[in-house]
């Protein structure tokens, strides 16, 4: 069955940088739109960024030019390099299925930006 398993997330201070990465199983991954979202508590979870198999990524206004997606298809592996990091970007993160996401969400990964 599909699988998401996330990992990377921590704690640190604004401006400080993580890498979250995201092995998926289950399917043929190198054909799909893979997407990292965010839920922030009280929130409801949102699109952070998206990468097709090829072609254009896609960006949340929000961390343009700070964070950057990218995947191995070699590896059934997803990427999240967070740079610049702000306390509002605190929250879990998820990766998933994009622009609909699958109905089974994995653990995600706790990313924390306090001072």
């Known amino acids: 069955q599909v699988q998401f398993v996330e990992s990377g997330g921590g704690s640190v201070q604004p401006g400080g940088s993580l890498r979250l990465s995201c092995a998926a199983s289950?399917?043929?991954?190198?054909?799909?739109?893979m997407g990292w979202y965010r839920q922030a508590p009280g929130k409801q979870r949102e699109l952070v960024a998206a990468?097709?198999?090829?072609?254009?990524?896609v960006y949340a206004d929000s961390v343009k030019g700070r964070f950057t997606i990218s995947r191995d298809n070699a590896k059934n592996t997803v990427y999240l390099q967070m740079n610049s990091l702000k306390p509002e970007d605190t929250a879990v993160y998820y990766c998933n299925f994009y622009p609909t996401p699958y109905n089974y969400w994995g653990q995600g990964t706790q990313v924390t930006v306090s001072s």
């Open positions: 990468i097709p198999s090829g072609g254009n990524t």
């Open positions: 289950g399917i043929i991954f190198r054909i799909y739109f």
